[in-house]
């Protein structure tokens, strides 16, 4: 049940409705008595099912309800309608900090008074025992008068204590800003979950973006705890090293290596700030590409009294996301009740894994689908579980496949994986990277050939070639992005995730790195991206842009120009943001600066153009200036 406008739920008249997430509703009301507008939550109506939630949703509503900070939204009121429950709490007029970092409106030094008080609230809290669980830049709202409030005590601390369909055996928190324990649907939780969460907005606030980012929810929870924190200064060297060094602990993996409370934190970068002399945001500095390169994964997060058990509700069940709702089941991840709801789609047909001996990328697929089985002998197949013939099995370390080409995978080890998960793609990508490592391809390509008839998913395509290109094999990565990409060119996931890689492939080419894009190029002559990407491999392959063209060597087009290939893409699929953002990087190989910022600025307007086009036109203007 949700309130309409103009109801009257208890003394309070519903206004307008303020916002909508995957565990609650937002109304402004009024009360007419006091003469004062409030905000009321309508918990999702899936808590009430719960037998027994309305007495822990009064007690726990009386904990929240007790704080009382300058900094924290307070709430006025409990209660149920038609046995749905909802909290009344302070209505504040003001912008969300997201909101504000939208506009890029922020000096360093609100920054500071901003997160000094949000940790001053946090502490405060954490004090009473009570944690937030969902510390974001959309929690903290910053009124007209510019004083920040943290909101949402209630909602995480309500949602987490019961036992409904939405908080058992669940996770509460945003991707982006989730700590590695929560991530891995601990209990245990205790203040330096909240710290890891505020050390996400620090760094968001400071280095110009999250340190995680993907196109699912799930991927970004994975990096939280598997993945090595990409280094400020390296993302943004405007950043000085004494700021990166509290950003690193603050987001330690282990919450014992962070720091104690959020105000020692706080207190931290500020005197970091002085020692680094650091005197404004640099936004402008940021580069994206870096992400890339330190995109790598690191040994597993083992918290404290881990006792190497999988981690079941990561992998099969359902994550309540503020900005949606996460589901993890057999079939894939769904992700409701946000701006975009997809799903894993299985390939259509395995014709394009072909492309390019693409069957180099197996062992991320592995990695991606979460393969359990035992331990083999090769050490790379060790983990802490038990044996399958105890019944009891382990999530494997495919770390060491993801950090480069290093010792072979035993083909004995392989076929016996087969045998025990014959219906399990990874298991045959596995196999195929064992034939690789013996010198066996066409081995490894029917091996391949068995894993897709399986129906790995897209996203395991994705998170493939990411570790294909760690290996080294950026050719194969290349080539099997450019067949995902083909055959999805609607999905705008691949489009954003394939596309900047094909695009920094292109935009590094040298000349012997044409030959990877004539191929694609012959294999899609008529895809406007890959036209594009051509285009963009010819400029940067060439010491002289105007003259650079399509080797004669290639497929299709040979001695097209790169303008001209780049103009056809333009004309062909208006549409698309990336071909008219690489006619801005022709225009400024040649020196037309002024042509080159009018197609920047166009890529950069189209309502559908991918993150990747976004952020690079964004800089390249910057820089433009």
């Known amino acids: 049940m949700s309130f309409t406008i103009g109801q009257t739920v208890g003394p309070y008249t519903v206004i307008e409705q303020l ?4 565990m609650a509703t937002v109304y402004k009301a009024f009360h007419a008595n006091l003469s004062r507008y409030v905000a009321i939550k309508v918990l999702h109506v899936a808590f009430s099912s719960d037998e027994g939630f309305q007495e822990r949703f009064r007690r726990e509503a009386q904990i929240v309800g007790r704080l009382d900070h300058p900094h924290i939204v307070p709430i006025f009121d409990y209660a149920m309608q038609e046995n749905q429950p909802y909290l009344i709490m302070k209505f504040i007029e003001g912008q969300t900090l997201k909101q504000d970092l939208r506009a890029e409106r922020l000096t360093l030094q609100e920054v500071t008074r901003i997160m000094t008080a949000v940790a001053d609230a946090l502490d405060y809290a954490h004090r009473n025992d009570v944690l937030h669980r969902d510390v974001k830049p959309s929690n903290i709202i910053i009124d007209r008068d510019g004083v920040p409030y943290l909101t949402d005590f209630g909602l995480a601390r309500i949602a987490s204590s019961g036992e409904s369909t939405l908080s058992q055996d669940m996770m509460l928190g945003t991707p982006q800003y989730i700590s590695p324990e929560q991530a891995q649907g601990r209990r245990d939780l205790g203040p330096s979950t909240d710290i890891y969460s505020l050390g996400v907005v620090l760094y968001e ?25 990409p280094l400020p200064s390296k993302v943004n060297p405007a950043v000085p090293e004494a700021v990166e060094r509290v950003l690193l602990k603050a987001l330690a993996k282990n919450p014992e290596d962070r720091y104690r409370t959020a105000g020692e934190m706080i207190q931290a970068f500020k005197a970091a700030v002085a020692e680094g002399r650091m005197n404004e945001l640099s936004r402008q500095m940021l580069r994206p590409e870096a992400f890339a390169e330190s995109n790598y994964v690191a040994a597993p997060y083992a918290p404290p009294g881990y006792t190497g058990q999988p981690i079941p509700q990561m992998m099969s069940t359902p994550v309540p996301i503020s ?5 993890m089941t057999p079939a894939g991840m769904v992700v409701t009740g946000s701006s975009a709801t997809r799903k894993n789609k299985p390939r259509g047909n395995g014709a394009a894994w072909a492309l390019g001996g693409c069957f180099v990328f197996v062992c991320a697929c592995v990695l991606s689908t979460g393969l359990i089985f035992s331990a083999f002998g090769d050490p790379r ?75 790995p998913t897209v996203d395991t395509i994705l998170e493939a070639a990411e570790v294909a290109a760690a290996r080294g094999y950026d050719d194969e990565a290349t080539t099997l992005l450019a067949s995902t990409l083909a055959e999805n060119q609607d999905d705008p996931v691949v489009r954003n995730e394939a596309g900047g890689y094909l695009y920094t492939q292109a935009f590094n080419a040298k000349p012997d790195d044409v030959a990877v894009f004539c191929e694609i190029l012959g294999q899609y002559p008529d895809y406007a991206v890959f036209q594009a990407m051509m285009g963009q491999a010819l400029i940067s392959a060439s010491s002289l842009p105007r003259r650079a063209a399509v080797p ?6 040979g001695g097209t120009s790169a303008e001209e290939l780049i103009l056809k893409a333009t004309a062909q699929t208006p549409e698309y943001a990336e071909a008219f953002f690489v006619l801005g990087n022709y225009y400024e190989a040649i020196d037309e600066m002024d042509a080159a910022k009018e197609q920047w600025n166009l890529a950069l307007a189209m309502p559908n153009a991918p993150t990747w086009v976004r952020e690079r036109a964004q800089i390249k203007l910057a820089n433009s200036e």
């Open 19 to 22: 916002g909508q997430g995957g």
């Open 323 to 327: 900005t949606g709702q996460m589901q």
């Open 552 to 557: 004669q060597r290639c497929p299709v087009e």
């Open 205 to 229: 606030l400071v280095v110009g973006r999250v340190p995680f980012t993907a196109d699912t929810p799930y991927a970004i929870i994975h990096d939280h705890i598997y993945k090595s924190l």
């Open 381 to 455: 197949f060790e983990h802490n579980g038990v044996s399958e013939a105890s019944g009891e099995t382990d999530l494997l370390d495919l770390s060491d496949f993801a950090v480069g080409v290093q010792d072979a995978v035993r083909l004995e080890d392989a076929e016996a994986l087969v045998e025990t998960h014959p219906n399990d793609p990874a298991a045959y990508f596995v196999l195929a990277l064992a034939y690789l490592d013996a010198g066996d391809p066409n081995k490894a390509a029917e091996a391949v050939q068995s894993a897709v008839a399986l129906n």
